[in-house]
């Protein structure tokens, strides 16, 4: 199986150079084509993946010049996020067919060409060969953005490259840093090193400033309306599916497990963001009128639980953030496709313009219900599994954090069914509005495919936590042995006996 | 696999009737529907009557893995004991009932597919939960029944006010459903796992001790128990969290009488009733129990005591009821909660499926100011409901001198809850005891009260505006597809005079279909024997042990002190149940002008209680409003005022010195970004190459 991974990353590649010297609809069925087989080599990988075998797989190793190498390898985490990229970017595509009509084949190009570097990101193994996976698969969300965006998309994508700039400047010197520090640019490596505490406190910040902007974080979120709003549908949909993943994975990959000491006394502070992000965010969608904006701020609060988790210190928050990633993924990519279904018929993404939807669009509201319980956390749905093990791991750190972020249930359904309920239910307002159609077979198609992974993740998870349950047992590993203090400090400061201490907080009350 | 098609055969037939509607069409969506529902309740009733012979064992049916994540386990299984059991005939029956009933009630609606499937989606979930072993599987179906209930309230979702409602109830729930959260998190915390079985076990060594909570230390168990009690007050609307309940009532009338009366919402004392074991542990958290349950009994009354639309009266009678089972298992008679909750879905099944029956008759009139002299009209609805208001009012005769007692079903099960309240001997039972006595007064009055505007008098039909329009708009097609009613068509444009002093307008209600008669026939025999069959396996004193075998913390001890109470004690819920009928005999029979002065004489009370304590206009201040200015000031003076404009846009300022020379830096970026890049890596480079 050696060399599949370079494979991934050259189909699309290949693909993207095939489009741009053919006619508008060439380059839609090569752009299909090169996605689906990308996807069925995702499923060859998938089958291949040995649970329980070696930390990293697949792994490939070519030196460039001097210590740059062509490293890959994947394990258990980077494959469910392979997965849900080369899923959802067949379904972009499609989405894409008619609604996009000028400059197709550069389209069709961008996207193939950012689903070489987003995958990329997830099997880079040399920490430079990450960062140009990482900060060049933004290049071309740029293009989509700025090129086939809406009225205002310069300042969207204007405002997105800002926020990140800033960011990966800082990551960037951190990395130099690092990779002189420890004599070696090879992630695995630099897993195992243990970088001094003080060091640490700088390198976890820094990192953080290129990740919270990715995830996005509160206050540094307010991008993410802007360039969802402005993005042609695909494009919010890679944008919530796969990007705004990479700040979470980036967390998991190198701030936790490199920076243990840092994440310990950096936890109030992602805590008290994501409380914030959950409380502020959720309030802000609940009065917004723009379909995108509301699930795009609905998207902070949901990145929230994936932070809360991260930083739990425990094993249920780390893979409830992984589930929350991987169905946050799907879902919202499926509601900004709901958007676009309507959006492509009306041209609007106000939401008074719409109401009744259920009428003459039954299978679309069906559908468009099953995702918006889905992002409710509705058990059942994906969406249920990871919130309650990030939740369940954050009550576990500090009480008060799991309260405060389970406030996001009420606050969310408050949001999404008020959402639902204008665009679905009601009496039409409008003629046109009254007049669309239902889903077409292509959209069926769609939805129905990432609704159906969406209620076996909710029913039967143990699919996607099989493969990442070694990895993030060897996470876990690595912060306790490296950060003992963690719990007591965690303890200490809500106050929260864990397991083992309300036991014996017990015993001595049987003892009297 | 009996309990395997017993539980799954409704999500079958609701995935048939739901998504292969357009292919079989709505006949065979309601035979699949109804005909699974069916199969389901003959299997459950075997089930429940092997526990009651004692020939069952309790059983755990695994299904399939669900969540695992370290010491977190959670799996997908099917739990039958003596109280599933009971949960399970009650909810298949009604279930079933209820489908039966739909055919005749919704025949008009368009979409009555999509109306069976949800039926029957709701009573999966619902056996999903009483068959739970673990919280979580519980938790699935406690949302699963939301969104079931959320669905069917806003199922005529043209109405606003039925989508108002929806969301109220889903949200309102959620609010539950928070301290429920957090209540397993704890609970996983606490005992390190989530199956209930093992909670249960492990619960008595936990007494006394102490845990952090929000920075404070609280019992550990006192805690667990209030947040998921929490959770049961949202589901069973209980003050404070009962709001949603009679909005629901938007929903069509077959959905109240499932899931707003017989079923979801008894599952917050089912939930209590599942954990006694654990809320025993903890007084502090019975005693909540107990004044909640209390305290709802008695403001739901008040409240239903001055209502004119005849199912917010019901609702307001069911919201009360719970309440009762909430305090008894409150001071511990658990089995007394249960044999309430198994008797009321009886008859308030039968009363919700009347008053359907009644708002048929009357073309969807539901005021019952203008209803009156039905009972010469509908005389089997009348019955019907006559002996749902003997059931709910707790009409008997106690035992005296040997001879046995004979009541009907709320007689036996009402009756020992108060007992209970009073042997318990607690404060809190003290006080519950007297309230309960209160509640019983206005819950025969209120009930007799509906009976005589709807049942006796003379008719008003001719005020009400939906009688009005099936006089004069026959042929009309309304907005409300329920409203097409047939039979209705054939009248005379012109109202008689005599018609008019009579008060009908020549109108005629009729009886509705066999249908709708067979359900109510049925779950009268319910109303009327529940209670006598039954009584001695939910609270005997040898009955209730050998029937529960520990599936509830059974307390024999006051099973047998409720024999022992005062004569008084006993016969109080008989007296004040007399009064209140003679008090509505009185106001809606003999006197009718002593409403209208009781109400003018009284204004202030009576506003207090029509308009619901103000519990919605106090909501609306204190939440509603509030977090949609939040909401506001956050986007505008949050994001857009100060972290964009100090943010991207400031930056933009001060990098370029003036909005004139942003437009190239925006139009630039792109070159600046990879430029950036570039020099990044080459830095990289010339690090990599100087080494």
């Keep these: 199986m050696t060399g599949i991974l370079s494979l991934m990353l050259a189909v699309p590649l290949v693909a993207a150079l095939a489009c741009l010297f053919v006619s508008a609809s060439g380059a839609r069925w090569i752009a299909l084509a090169g996605t689906l087989i990308d996807f069925a080599l995702g499923i060859v990988l998938w089958a291949n993946y040995d649970i329980g075998g070696a930390q990293w797989q697949f792994v490939e190793y070519a030196p460039v010049f001097s210590r740059f190498a062509w490293a890959l390898g994947i394990d258990g985490i980077a494959l469910m996020l392979i997965m849900l990229s080369v899923f959802l970017m067949p379904i972009c595509i499609v989405a894409s067919w008619t609604s996009i009509e000028k400059r197709v084949p550069e389209y069709m190009a961008a996207f193939l060409l950012m689903e070489t570097l987003m995958i990329g990101v997830f099997m880079a193994q040399d920490i430079f060969l990450f960062y140009i996976f990482f900060e060049a698969g933004l290049i071309p969300m740029f293009l989509i953005i700025g090129i086939w965006g809406g009225a205002n998309r310069i300042y969207a994508s204007y405002k997105f490259f800002l926020y990140t700039l800033v960011g990966s400047l800082l990551m960037l010197v951190a990395m130099l840093w690092m990779v002189n520090f420890a004599g070696t640019t090879s992630i695995p490596k630099l897993l195992a090193t243990d970088f001094p505490a003080q060091a640490q406190t700088w390198l976890w910040l820094a990192f953080f400033a290129s990740f919270a902007v990715k995830m996005p974080m509160w206050p540094v979120h307010t991008w993410l309306p802007d360039a969802h709003v402005q993005a042609p549908t695909a494009g919010s949909v890679i944008l919530a599916g796969v990007l705004l993943k990479l700040g979470g994975y980036g967390f998991v990959r190198f701030s936790l497990p490199m920076f243990p000491e840092a994440s310990n006394e950096f936890f109030w502070l992602v805590m008290g963001l994501s409380m914030v992000a959950i409380v502020y965010t959720s309030l802000v969608a609940l009065v917004q009128n723009d379909m995108k904006k509301l699930i795009a701020y609905s998207s902070v609060a949901h990145m929230a639980f994936v932070t809360i988790g991260i930083f739990a210190f425990n094993r249920q928050g780390l893979e409830g953030a992984l589930i929350v990633m991987l169905s946050h993924g799907l879902v919202s990519g499926a509601l900004f496709l709901c958007v676009g279904v309507i959006y492509d018929r009306l041209h609007t993404r106000e939401i008074d313009r719409y109401g009744g939807l259920a009428n003459n669009m039954p299978a679309y509201a069906v559908l468009f219900l099953l995702f918006t319980m889905a992002s409710v956390g509705l058990p059942g749905t994906g969406g249920f599994v990871g919130e309650f093990l990030s939740l369940i791991g954050s009550y576990r750190a500090s009480s008060l954090v799991g309260a405060v972020a389970t406030t996001g249930i009420i606050l969310g359904a408050a949001y999404m069914l008020y959402l639902y309920w204008r665009v679905a239910y009601g009496t039409s307002r409008n003629p046109d509005a009254a007049a669309m159609p239902d889903l077409n077979a292509r959209e069926l198609v769609s939805l129905g495919a990432i609704a159906a992974v969406v209620l076996w993740m909710g029913i039967y998870p143990e699919s996607f936590l099989a493969p990442m349950r070694n990895d993030v047992g060897l996470l876990m590993a690595r912060v306790e042995r490296a950060a003992p203090s963690g719990d007591a400090h965690l303890a200490k400061s809500s106050n929260v006996p864990a397991a083992s201490a309300a036991h014996e907080t017990a015993a001595e009350g049987a003892h009297h | 696999m009996q309990i395997q098609l017993l539980v799954f055969l409704p999500l079958l037939a609701a995935i048939v009737a739901g998504l292969g509607n357009r292919f079989i069409g709505n006949f065979a969506a309601k035979l699949v529907t109804t005909g699974a529902l069916f199969a389901s309740c003959a299997l459950a009733w075997p089930i429940f009557i092997a526990f009651l012979a004692g020939a069952a064992e309790p059983g755990v049916y695994p299904v399939l893995s669900w969540i695992h994540s370290g010491d977190l386990n959670v799996d997908w299984s099917l739990r039958v004991d ?91 729930n959620r609010v539950g459903d928070f301290g429920f959260s957090l209540g397993i998190f704890a609970a996983f915390l606490v005992f390190g796992t989530v199956s209930i079985p093992e909670i249960l076990a492990a619960a008595p060594s936990f007494g006394g001790s102490t845990i952090g909570f929000l920075g ?106 719970l309440g009762y089972m909430f305090f008894a298992a409150g001071v511990g008679a658990y089995g007394a909660a249960m044999f309430h909750l198994f008797t009321h879905a009886f008859f308030k099944a039968l009363l919700f499926l009347g008053a359907g029956s009644v708002i048929h008759a009357m073309h969807h009139e539901q005021d019952m100011r203008f209803y009156g002299g039905l009972r010469k009209h509908i005389p089997l609805t009348f019955t019907a409901m006559t002996l749902g208001t003997l059931a709910i009012t707790g009409v008997g005769i106690i035992q005296v001198a ?290």
Excluded at chain 2, 505 to 518: D, I
Excluded at chain 2, 617 to 627: G, H, I, K, T
């Design chain 2, 402 to 691: 040997g001879l046995p007692s004979f009541g009907f079903a709320g007689f036996f099960s009402k009756d020992a809850i108060i007992e209970s309240a009073f042997a318990s001997g607690t404060t809190a039972g003290g006080i519950a005891f007297v309230i309960a006595i209160v509640a019983a007064l206005l819950t025969s009055f209120y009930s007799w009260r509906l009976v005589f505007l709807t049942f006796f008098g003379t008719p008003r039909w001719i005020q009400s505006e939906h009688i009005q329009h099936a006089l004069h708009d026959h042929g009309h097609h309304h907005d409300d597809p329920a409203a097409e009613d047939a039979g209705h068509d054939t009248r005379p444009h012109e109202t008689p005079a005599h018609a008019v002093k009579e008060g009908t307008g020549g109108y005629h209600p009729h009886e509705s279909p066999w249908s709708m008669l067979v359900p109510l026939g049925v779950l009268s025999l319910g109303a009327v024997f529940a209670g006598i069959v039954f009584h001695e396996a939910f609270i005997g004193v040898e009955g209730g042990e050998h029937f529960w075998r520990g599936s509830i913390a059974f307390d024999e001890h006051l099973a047998h002190a409720i024999h022992e109470v005062p004569l008084w004690v006993k016969l109080a819920p008989g007296v004040v149940m007399i009064a209140g009928f003679l008090i509505a005999w009185f106001a809606y029979i003999r006197d009718t002008s002593i409403p209208g002065r009781f109400t003018a004489q009284w204004g202030v009370l009576y506003r207090f209680f029509y308009n619901k304590w103000y519990f919605d206009e106090a909501y609306n201040v204190l939440f509603v409003r509030p977090s949609v200015a939040l909401g506001r000031i956050f986007w505008k003076k949050g994001d857009e005022a100060t972290i964009d404009r100090f943010g991207p846009n400031g930056a933009a300022a001060l990098v370029k010195g003036g909005n004139v020379l942003t437009g190239r830096l925006q139009s630039g970026y792109l070159y600046t970004y990879a430029l950036v890049m570039l020099l990044g890596l080459a830095a990289a480079a010339t690090w990599a190459m100087a080494r």
């Design chain 2, 82 to 172: 003596a109280l599933t059991a009971v949960m399970l005939v009650v909810v298949t029956t009604v279930s079933a009932l209820v489908h039966l009933y739909s055919w005749g009630y919704m025949a008009e609606d368009p979409s009555q597919p999509r109306f069976f499937a949800y039926l029957s989606l709701f009573t999966f979930a619902m056996l999903m939960l009483v068959t739970a072993d673990n919280l979580v599987q519980m938790f699935f179906g406690w949302e699963g029944v939301g969104l079931a209930s959320y669905l069917l309230i806003g199922f005529w979702y043209h109405k606003p006010s039925a989508n108002a409602a929806a969301m109220k109830a889903f949200v309102v």
């Design chain 2, 216 to 321: 404070l230390r609280i019992d550990t168990l006192t805690l667990i128990c209030i947040l998921l009690f929490i959770g049961a007050m949202g589901k069973s609307a209980q003050l404070g969290l009962h709001t949603w309940l009679p909005d629901a009532m938007e929903g069509p009338t077959p959905v109240s009488a499932l899931i707003h009366a017989a079923t979801m919402v008894t599952a917050g004392v089912f939930m209590v009733c599942r954990l006694s074991p654990l809320f025993e542990q903890s007084q502090t958290a019975l005693t909540v129990v107990t004044f909640v349950g209390a305290a709802t009994a008695i403001f739901a009354a008040t409240v239903g005591t001055v209502q004119n639309d005849i199912k917010r009266v019901i609702a307001y009678s069911t919201c009360s009821q």
